[in-house]
């Protein structure tokens, strides 16, 4: 890689007198990132928005002047909260830092800028990075840590970022929500104070809040228009994310790990690199910000961005631990007769010793069970075949039972609290493993790499992690590295997930945590998809799938046409909604075809047929929010458009019923209003067309106007329902 000299903007500095400011420009397509970066002086903040002219670079300073640091540091005269705030060797708690070198260097997949800190004291270092990826409005910022201090330095806080957002009427978007009830839209104002969100689970980071937000600058958040910043960081264990509103004329924004119980010590040398927080700036509102963050996953930040998923049946909800050989050979033949591609077994199917009937034993160890399976995964994979469909199989391997054989063996690799006896878990047995122990990453290697040496046509593993980290402790760190642990079980999972997408880069891999608590930009790029939720009540899953769509694209947000009355919620909803609530993201079901009539197969054949037809639509497509559900106007709508305008899909789904109800008309958005559509109605159970089936409109009609959707379906009277949802295929002339 060639290193070049930053480019240095000179502009008159106003606000420090005699000095000349040195800027720094980070430009994206459509943003620009102004910073001023002075030799001898201070990193600061001057400008994020929308691309600056070289006019405007020039005289940006006179109207944004860089007043804050753009990475604060805690002890001299830091009036906000501080990025960073350390204890050196010789216990000073303060830090003052000056730029020493900045240098840009162009990758393979777009730029960076390293901006190299020093403090004016003491040998401590901090390397603030910039990165750009090609083609995409997203900016990643995070930071190295090292010093050559003669002992080790205390890391008090060591967020990845930092971001001025100047006040007006800024309002925060973000996600807050349980397990089977995860994504849940929270959107408020931001006041004066400090708005903290945080995760402390330990393993899982994304059930109750996310680390990632939205701020929408022009007041009351908009989906299609309205100047949004978005961020999220790119990290898959404890974090804090924190606004803090005081006196002046901007919001601090701060993110970064959690560093509650987690005081970190660095010795000499050792580089602590903070995870990346990815920022997008647009002016086409929340749905904007949406395409910028799925358009950089699909590119950059998730496996195998750029292929298209799988139809699966997964067996959980079917058959839950009641795993055999024929029930296995009937769902396969059953999926694959439907138009499915995959079939993926879930938990049950594993322990030797301890038989896996239910969830209180045998995770670790990761053998079949021959009672069950008599003829192993061969015969898993040869039914498959046969039927002409691919296997997957559920995996847990960070866990342990203490009712396994696994630890009976290696007491000494779960994570405990030292002198104390273990927090159980789920079934009352589980533990985690200490994942920050070498011999434990191996052992999980080793537990994918046999498997796909053994049986290389497995085609998917559902990776879960069922508990959180009950206990401050491991046998493995040091006394005084104790305090470690959070940041060194994520180091060691990457670690593992790093050596495993090495050697298979092809194998889809499925992040589940209890349904939705590993949705996150730190684990993603070793996974294909995640389990939105365990919650399978498709009108639960409008207002998660909803939420989770800001950060997350279609294409990895797994979503699965399950039985009613659902399990999760009881609640009785029609399969033709439920076929139109999974379609909206990457299909598939989780159900026991043996107990759906012929008629519901049929459908789902037909629906799976159609899936095929709009995958590349829903899977690479544009995202274009309409009608949110948590506006309460009965209505949830939203589309998804190729990049060229061409083709779109419009999902309408009615939230609620009553009688003589007023649904607003949805207009649509995202098409070319030059172009002429043609409506296809897909999934159609109706006994006459829409009356506007087949029928052409501009796409200028469409976005000024939307389609009148029937408020019911036009069904025989025994099949008349509460329910009723369209999904439109539109499809422009050649
Ligand atoms: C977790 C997952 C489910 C299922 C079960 C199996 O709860 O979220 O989808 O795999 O574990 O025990």
Known sequence: MTFKKISFLLSACLWCGAALAQNITISTPKTSMVLSAPIGGNLNYVYYGSKLSPTDLENIETTHPSLYSAYPVYGMNCPTE??????????????????????TRIEKDGELTVVELKDKIYPFFVNVYYKTFNGTDVIETWTEIKHQEKKPVSLNRFHSAYLPIRRGNVWLTHLYGSWANEGKVIQEPLQPGVKMIKNKDGLRNSHTAHPEVLFSLDGRPQENSGAVIGAALCYSGNYKLMVDTHDDEYHHFFAGINEENSAYTLPKEEVFTTPALALTYTNEGLSGSSRNFHGWARQYKLANGNQPRKILLNSWEGVYFDINQEGMDQMMNDIASMGGELFVMDDGWFGDKYQRNTDNSSLGDWVVDTRKLPDGIEGLLRDAKKNGVKFGIWLEPEMANTTSELYEKHPEWIIQAPQRDPVLGRGGTQVVLDLTNPQVQDFIYQLVDNLMTNYPEIDYIKWDANMAIMNHGSTYLANDKQSHLYIDYHRGL?????????????????????????VNYGLLPYFDEFWVSDNTDA???????????????????GSHISACPNHQTFRTIPLKYRID???????????????????EKALCKNAIAAYKEIRPIVQFGDLYRLQSPYDNLGVASLLYATPEKDKAVFYWWKTEQFANQHLPRVKMAGLDPDQVYTIKELNRVDNEPLSFEGKRFTGAYL????????????????????????????????
């Open 539 to 557: 009108l639960q899953r409008i207002y998660m799938q909803w939420g989770t769509s800001y950060f997350f694209p279609a294409i990895a947000m």
């Open 581 to 599: 609530v999974a379609m909206s993201g990457r299909l598939g079901m989780e159900i026991q075809p043996k107990n759906m009539s012929e008629e």
């Open 494 to 518: 990457e670690k593992v997930c790093q050596r495993i997408r090495a050697k298979y880069p092809d194998l889809t891999i499925q992040a589940c945590a209890s349904g939705g608590g590993r």
């Open 703 to 734: 976005m000024a106007n939307g389609l009148d959707i029937p408020y019911s379906h036009k069904l025989d009277y025994h099949k008349l329902n509460d329910y009723a949802s369209r999904v439109l295929y539109l499809e422009a002339a050649q």
């Open 82 to 103: 501080a990025a960073l705030a350390v204890k050196h060797a010789d216990g000073n708690m303060s830090l003052e830092m000056e730029v020493v070198n900045v240098t």
